[in-house]
C-alpha cells in the first residue's frame, strides 16, 4: 500500500507525496529547557524517530530538525530562582535531555539549532513582516497582526477572537487583543546576556517566532511534515503558520502531525494543575527518574505501543503490562539463543535472513508479518499496528519451535531456520527502534548464591510434582512470582529469571 498520513490542516488522511521527489524534512518542536525534560517530552522524539526510519527504510532522504528553545520568559525566571546564567541552566537541561534520548535510541535527529543562535534569522523575518505592514513595534515590542492573515485559525479552526493561552508577556500596547508579540522589549531586572540589539531596541524574540525562523532556515521556506504535540496547535503553531505565511507568501508546511498528550490516572499534563498529587506524579515523570526506574528500550516501548495520535496513559501499571509485552521477545530471544548456541541478535542488519529460512511454511510467515508491519507504518505511522505485526511473528516463530520439537530433538536445520526468522524478527524491530541492542543478561551474585538458592528451590518444587503434592509446588513458584521471580518448566529442565 502507498504511504497515507493524518494531517491536522486538513483533518483527513492523505496520500503522502513530498514537495521535492526523494527527499523530506521533517520539523519537530523541541523542549524548553527550563526545568529537567519528563516523559511528555520524550513521546515526541520517540514517535518522530519511529516515523523517520520508516521514511528512509521506503527510501527517502530525511532531513529532521528538533529545536532547543534557550531564550524563554521561563528560563529567566528559573536561572534567577537557581542563582544562575539563563544560558548556563539551558546547557545544563540540554545536556540531560540529550543523554536521555540517548537511552531512548531517538538516533536520527540530525539538527538541533538553538533560538540563541538564530536572532538574525529571527530579527530579518520581523522586519520583513513590518515591512509587509503584517506586523508593528509598540514600545519596543513588535506585534504580529492578526487581522492581516486571513486564515488565521486554519489549523485549530479558531476564530481571531478566541485568541487565548500566550504565554509571551508584553508590556506595549496591541491594536487587536489576539495580536502576539514577534519581538518583546527588555526589561531593567533582566539579564543583560538575554537583552539582544534589534532595530525596535534591546529586547529577545517572542516563542512562535524562534520555531518559524530555525524551521525556514533548515529546511527552507515550504517543508514536508511539522509536528509536536496537540497542545501546540494552538497558539504556537497557528501562529507559526500566520507569521511564515504572510512574511514569505506561501505555504508554511505541507503536513501537520499531532501527537496525543500524556496522561497520569486519566488527567492532562497541564502546567495549572498546582495539585499535590499532580506534582509529585509529574516529578516521577521526568526521563531522569523514569529511566533509572525503567530501560530505556521499555520506554520507548511504551511510547510506540499506542497510535501517536491517542493519548498515552502513564501509570506504574501501564509500564508493568508493556514490560510483560517486551519480555514475550525476550525470552523468545534467550530461548533461541540457548537451543541454537548463537545469538539472533547481529550487528549488522543481514537483509538476507528472509531468504535463508529453509522452511516454506515459516518463510512465508517471516513474509506476511513483515508486510503486515510495513503495511501499518504505510497508515498514518501506526506504530502500533507494527508491533501487533512483531507479536504474531513471535508467536509463530515460538510455535514452529513447539511443531518441530527443538527442545528435544537437535535438528540443526530447523534450530538455523528458528534463529534467521527470530534474526529476520529483530530486523523488522529495528524498523521502528526497538531491538536495538542486546536486552541485559540475568545477573547473579558474583559466587553464584542466587544460582544455588534458586536450583534447591527448583528441586524441593520438583520433588513436591512427583509426589502429585501440586498445591504445594504452586505456593512456591506464586511466592516467587510476588519477587518478580519467573519460573519456566522446559524439556530439559526448569530455568529461572529476574525481571
Not at 92 to 116: E, F, N, Q, W
Not at 227 to 245: M, R
Not at 362 to 384: G, I, P, S
Not at 445 to 471: C, P, T, Y
Request: one cysteine or more; glycine letters at 6%; aromatic letters at 8%.
Amino acid at each position: 500500500m502507498s504511504l497515507v498520513v493524518y494531517n491536522t490542516l486538513t483533518r483527513k488522511k492523505e496520500p503522502f507525496e513530498p514537495i521535492r521527489p526523494g527527499k523530506v524534512g521533517i520539523y519537530l518542536c523541541g523542549p524548553t529547557v527550563y526545568k529537567p525534560s519528563h516523559i511528555g517530552h520524550a513521546v515526541g522524539p520517540i514517535i518522530f524517530d519511529a516515523i523517520k526510519r520508516h521514511l528512509v527504510f521506503r527510501g527517502y532522504e530525511v532531513t529532521w530538525v528538533v529545536n532547543i528553545t534557550d531564550v524563554d520568559d521561563k528560563l529567566i525566571v528559573e536561572a534567577v530562582k537557581q542563582n544562575t546564567t539563563t544560558f548556563q541552566l539551558a546547557e545544563r537541561i540540554t545536556g540531560d535531555y540529550l543523554a536521555a534520548m540517548r537511552v531512548l535510541h531517538v538516533d536520527g535527529i540530525d539538527i538541533m539549532p538553538k533560538a540563541s543562535e538564530h536572532i538574525g534569522d529571527i530579527m530579518a523575518i520581523i522586519q520583513r513582516l513590518i515591512d509587509r505592514g503584517c506586523a508593528y513595534a509598540s514600545k519596543g515590542d513588535v506585534y504580529f497582526d492578526v487581522t492581516k492573515d486571513a486564515d488565521y485559525g486554519k489549523l485549530s479552526n479558531r476564530r481571531v477572537d478566541e485568541q487565548e493561552g500566550q504565554r509571551d508577556l508584553q508590556s506595549g500596547e496591541k491594536r487587536n487583543a489576539g495580536d502576539f508579540a514577534l519581538w518583546k522589549a527588555a526589561k531593567p531586572e533582566e539579564p543583560d546576556e538575554v537583552k539582544f540589539d534589534s532595530p525596535w531596541g534591546k529586547g529577545r524574540p517572542g516563542w512562535h517566532i524562534e520555531c518559524s525562523a530555525m524551521a525556514q532556515r533548515y529546511l527552507g521556506e515550504t517543508f514536508d511534515i511539522h509536528g509536536g504535540g496537540l497542545d501546540l496547535i494552538f497558539p504556537h503553531h497557528e501562529n507559526e503558520i500566520a507569521q511564515s505565511e504572510s512574511a514569505n507568501g506561501k505555504p508554511f508546511v505541507k503536513y501537520w502531525l499531532h501527537n496525543g498528550l500524556t496522561r497520569v490516572n486519566t488527567k492532562k499534563i497541564s502546567k495549572s494543575d498546582a495539585s499535590p498529587e499532580m506534582q509529585a506524579a509529574l516529578a516521577k515523570m521526568t526521563l531522569h527518574n523514569l529511566l533509572a526506574e525503567y530501560p530505556g528500550e521499555l520506554v520507548r516501548f511504551f511510547v510506540l505501543s499506542t497510535h501517536y495520535r491517542r493519548p498515552i496513559e502513564y501509570s506504574a501499571e501501564e509500564f508493568d503490562s508493556k514490560k510483560k509485552g517486551l519480555d514475550t521477545f525476550y525470552r523468545l530471544f534467550e530461548r533461541v539463543e540457548r537451543l541454537c548456541k548463537q545469538s539472533p541478535y547481529v550487528s549488522e542488519p543481514r537483509g538476507s535472513a528472509r531468504a535463508e529460512v529453509g522452511s516454506p511454511s515459516l518463510a512465508t510467515v517471516c513474509e506476511q508479518y513483515a508486510k503486515a508491519l510495513t503495511d501499518a507504518m504505510d497508515d498514518d505511522f501506526n506504530t502500533a499496528g507494527a508491533i501487533a505485526a512483531l507479536f504474531e511473528l513471535a508467536t509463530a516463530v515460538n510455535r514452529f519451535i513447539e511443531d518441530e520439537r527443538l527442545e528435544s530433538e537437535p535438528r540443526a536445520s530447523a534450530r538455523a531456520d528458528a534463529l534467521s526468522a527470530t534474526t529476520r524478527l529483530i530486523e523488522l524491530g529495528r524498523l521502528i527502534g526497538l531491538f536495538i541492542d542486546p536486552p541485559p543478561k540475568r545477573t547473579v551474585s558474583d559466587d553464584g548464591v542466587a544460582d544455588k538458592a534458586m536450583n534447591v528451590l527448583i528441586q524441593v518444587r520438583q520433588h513436591l510434582r512427583k509426589k502429585k503434592d501440586f498445591e504445594s509446588a504452586d505456593i512456591i513458584r506464586k511466592l516467587l512470582t510476588e519477587q518478580k521471580i519467573t519460573l519456566e518448566d522446559r524439556p530439559d529442565g526448569t530455568v529461572w529469571r529476574a525481571e
